[in-house]
């Protein structure tokens, strides 16, 4: 199940208004913005989250080339976003953020990142505190 994705798009405070109005009727709105004060490894300024009922499903990413680049798996447990990094590493992936807690998404964020080898961020994600 996947849980949330980034678009990179060229003009970012136009496709934020686009994004926000475009997708408005179906509950969407500004859930968050992180800047690469709060993640260090942003490849840029800044990133908005949207999505229903507080929870990002769609973030955006200025870029000059525009390509999906992220992918993130939903898991019923922590135990599952772990095996999810093992199982990648082995299958050849490369690390890219450990399994752990995200605190700067909220409070139950639990995540592990490999890059494929394409080099695309594939995520396992669990929201849950177990």
């Known amino acids: ?77 922590r135990a599952e976003v772990d095996a999810f990094y093992k199982a990648a590493l082995e299958a050849g992936a490369q690390p890219n953020g450990e399994p752990g807690p995200r605190p700067h998404y909220h409070p139950n964020y639990y995540g592990a990142f490999v890059l494929d080898p394409d080099g695309y961020n594939i995520e396992a994600v669990c929201h849950t505190a177990d």
């Open 1 to 77: 199940m996947i849980d949330h994705l980034t678009l990179l798009v060229r003009d970012y405070q136009k496709s934020k208004t686009f994004y926000l109005s475009a997708l408005a009727p179906l509950g969407y709105e500004l859930v968050m913005e992180l800047s690469r004060e709060q993640i260090p490894m942003l490849p840029c300024e800044h990133t908005a989250g949207i999505g229903v009922n507080k929870k990002p499903d769609v973030w955006l990413r200025p870029a000059d080339q525009i390509a999906p680049t992220h992918v993130a798996f939903r898991c019923r447990t």
